[in-house]
Structure formats: C-alpha cells, structure tokens
C-alpha cells in the first residue's frame, strides 16, 4: 500500500523557519519525482517545489531562495526546509509522488503551516 506520511508543520512567527518532513513508502519513493504542494482555503492546490531523481529541484518563484526540498533515499523521505517565513506561506502543506510521468498519483494528507505576522 502507497503511503505519503507528512510532519513538522506548525505556528510560527514571520522570519522564522520550519522543516516538513514526507515519509514514503519505498515502492514509490527511490524511482519518483517528489514534490510539495500547497493550498490556501478556497484557492487551488499550487506545486512549490519537486526534486526528480535525475537532476536538481525546482522551486517556484514565490519560494525560490527560501524553501529548500531534499530527500534521503536511505531513510524515503523528502524535506522541504523553509526559511524567511512569511504571513502568505501560510496553508496546508501536501507532499506529493508522481506515479506516471507527470501525474501526480499519490498524496499525503497535508500539514498546517501558519505563519503570524
């Protein structure tokens, strides 16, 4: 069974910083891209960042030279390290696995980030 298992989110004040941690099962972790996504009430689901097997991560712009995304393939777990925090990071944060090439198949089930000005 696909598991995607999130933690590290929380409250914390702007400036500050905050890791969230997805634990992955190993079927889907060594050979799949990885990625972070967030969501604001009542707005879209929005990909942060993902770091694929072959080459290096990427962010988007909003979180670019802030979050960083890692992953530890001993341990199947991807990181996204978020520095500078800022009122408007605040959502609830999901890690994501693609399963098919640029589908993203499988999904944890989010962690808050709130982050008070």
């Known amino acids: 069974q696909v598991q995607l298992v999130e933690s590290g989110g929380g409250l914390v004040q702007a400036g500050e910083s905050l890791r969230l941690s997805c634990a992955a099962s190993?079927?889907?972790?060594?050979?799949?891209?990885m990625g972070w996504y967030r969501q604001i009430p009542g707005k879209e689901r929005v990909l942060i960042a993902f770091i694929t097997i072959t080459s290096g991560p990427n962010y988007a712009d909003s979180v670019k030279d802030r979050f960083t995304i890692s992953r530890d393939n001993a341990k199947n777990t991807v990181y996204l390290q978020m520095n500078s925090l800022k009122p408007e990071d605040t959502a609830v944060y999901y890690c994501?696995?693609?399963?098919?090439?640029?589908?993203?198949?499988?999904w944890g089930q989010g962690t808050q980030v709130t982050v008070s000005s």
């Open positions: 190993g079927s889907i972790f060594r050979s799949n891209t």
């Open positions: 994501a696995a693609e399963g098919s090439p640029g589908e993203w198949d499988y």
